[in-house]
């Protein structure tokens, strides 16, 4: 049978962020949140799978309480299952400790319940890492193919996928034997509309809970702030960027704000002969 | 024994990848504020590699490993994976630094994690310094976060290498020299079955990806304020007329007018070229973070108040369909008048 698991995760919406000063953790308070948009195109393409082949669809998040509304949303787009990962302990995972977890909660529910495709959005908004994805596939020593733009072939009689991804010069087709963890480009599918049974499905639906202990016991060593190799030193805020000068049309004319602009990008070093226009 | 400060050399049918002589130049420095025991290398893998391992040399590094071998013509994650995990067990680098592009980005998270340390996404800023009295000099490795919004300096105290991947175009070149000093060491590496779990069964030239936003030195790029995917014809006669590439906001790419490859922004590419021309773009958050690294920013838009004057070196309030057809028509006379 299909089973696709997707790993999503409730992000915050960048245009409104704030860090505490004294320990330079992310104010999460009064800050909205939403699917990371990668992860809302990954579970587009695994439910699209499922109603291709039949089969279903599991989403798992580690994250806050609140990561629910996301997790109802992929129910919303038509995914089966969803299990919320949440304790304090897990709280200021880097990358390493989060791919841990993933990887123990995967390894878990592919032990009951075979998994043929684990899908990761090509990266989360808010650390834009991209690492979560090729980290836990090493550690549960899957193939792994990033940057996925389109699934060609499942084929489960015989157990491979082949799946199109993009390199910086080209695109590259790629074969690997089930199961295979991607990570996906918004070009793998496109979000559907919610069907009316999803919808009210979701409504009600309440996500498995997970914690440290149960059904699994992690390793408290490797869990969190405690398990990350890596720490923030110190935060600050980017430079502010200057404004430059503003012409209007209707103050300069139209002939003087060309004039002008062109002046002043061909007084930078370099420009006139990049150009090929002279000063 | 030498502190070793490593570069990974990525490459594609054996033509370099520009990050890797930026990686040179950055490794150079940071070795440098750290002492004189340290040392700059270069590691190569992939398939008749003579020439690239070469370059290496001319580019400032003091050794390059190369591993050469035809299973390593293509990159593939694992075999590559397990090749830089068995070179960084045996050599026991104290810094690796790997480009933040496509491949490099695929590759360090996978070598970090089984190497078991930790790995720093994405960073625009390195250097090498204390974090608490009469300890060693760590990497201070600083990156953008939450879109560009937080500047966060992260360090990795008690795992080796300290692993980052930089994002290209940040720090120039390491000067090439003319003479090719250093050593070339091959490593051989056994390929056993177990390593091959993904095949490349076709290439694809994708014309989008000849886009190349992210290195281009000239984007001219349109915002919903075109009004229509009609409005991009526009924008690409700018481009062409001064040899750029056409960019775009998020807005036109929901709408449809142009393919998600050229968006610039948080969910986009990061560009920082030497010449940026935003039209009838506002400049929200998203969008400015993929672009206000440019060199010179001209903004046009019709409302004075649009943000994206925060960030413009010059900016036009005016109609972007009077404005731009006035520029190429300014920037054809000069062109006439330099040609005689
Ligand atoms: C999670 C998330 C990620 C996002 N990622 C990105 C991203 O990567 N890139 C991105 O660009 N956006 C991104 N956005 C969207 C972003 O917030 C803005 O909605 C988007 O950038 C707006 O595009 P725009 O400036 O083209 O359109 P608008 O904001 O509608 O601006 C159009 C502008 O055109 C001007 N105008 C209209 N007509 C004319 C004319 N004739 N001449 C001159 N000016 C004119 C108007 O004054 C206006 O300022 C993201 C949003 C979210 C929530
Ligand atoms: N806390 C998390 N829970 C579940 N999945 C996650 C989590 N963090 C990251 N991911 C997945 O990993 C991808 C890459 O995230 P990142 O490496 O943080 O950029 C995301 O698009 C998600 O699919």
Known sequence: MFHALVSIKQVPDTTNIRIDPETNNLIRQGVPTILNPYDAHAVAAAVEWKRKLGGKVTIITMGPPAAVTSLRECIEMGADRAILISARQFAGADTWATSYVLAEVINEIHSKDPVSLVFFGKQAIDGDTAQVGPGVAVRMDLPVVSYAVKIREVNLEEHYVIIERKTESRNEVIKTSLPTALTCEKDIAEIPYASLPDLVYSLRYEPEVWNAESPITFDPAQLGLKGSPTTVFKTGTPEKHSAGEVFKVTEVGLDGVVKTALDKILAVEGMASMLGVQK | ?340
């Open chain 2, 1 to 340: 024994m030498s502190r070793r400060f490593w570069v990974y050399i990525e490459q594609e049918d054996g033509k370099v990848h520009p990050v890797s002589w930026e990686l040179l130049g950055v490794a150079r420095r940071l070795a440098d504020e750290v002492g004189d025991d340290s040392i700059v290398e270069g590691i190569l893998v992939g398939y008749q590699m003579e020439e690239a391992a070469q370059e290496c040399l001319h580019y400032g590094a003091e050794t390059v490993y190369v591993v050469d071998d035809p299973a390593f013509k293509n990159y593939l994650n694992k075999p590559y994976t397990v090749a830089l995990t068995a070179l960084v067990k045996k050599y026991e680098p104290e810094v690796f630094l790997v480009g933040a592009t496509t491949l490099g980005r695929d590759l360090a998270g996978a070598v970090a994690t089984s190497v078991g340390t930790g790995l720093t996404a994405d960073t625009t800023h390195l250097a090498m310094g204390v974090i608490k009295e009469n300890t060693k000099k760590l990497l201070l490795a600083t990156r953008p976060a939450f879109g560009g919004n937080v500047i966060a300096t992260i360090v990795c105290r008690d795992h080796s290498p300290q692993m980052a991947t930089v994002r290209p175009r940040v720090f120039n070149p390491a000067p090439r020299q003319a003479e090719a000093k250093g050593q070339i060491i091959h490593e051989t590496f056994e390929i056993t079955p177990d390593m091959i779990n993904a095949e490349i069964v076709e290439f694809i030239t994708n014309t989008a990806a000849t886009v190349k936003l992210e290195y281009s030195d000239i984007i001219v790029s349109g915002g919903r304020g075109l009004g229509g995917a009609k409005g991009f014809e526009l924008i690409k006669q700018l481009a062409d007329e001064l040899g750029g590439v056409v960019g775009s906001s998020r807005a036109c790419v929901d709408a449809g007018w142009i393919k998600y490859d050229h968006q610039v922004g948080q969910t986009g590419k990061t560009v920082r070229p030497k010449l940026y021309i935003a039209a009838g773009i506002s400049g929200a958050i998203q969008h400015k973070v993929g672009m206000q690294e440019s060199d010179f920013i001209l903004a046009i838009n019709r409302d004075p108040h649009a943000p994206i004057f925060d960030v413009a070196t010059m900016g036009i309030v005016g109609d972007l369909y009077e404005v731009i057809p006035a520029l190429i028509k300014e920037i054809r006379a000069r062109k006439e008048a330099q040609n005689g």
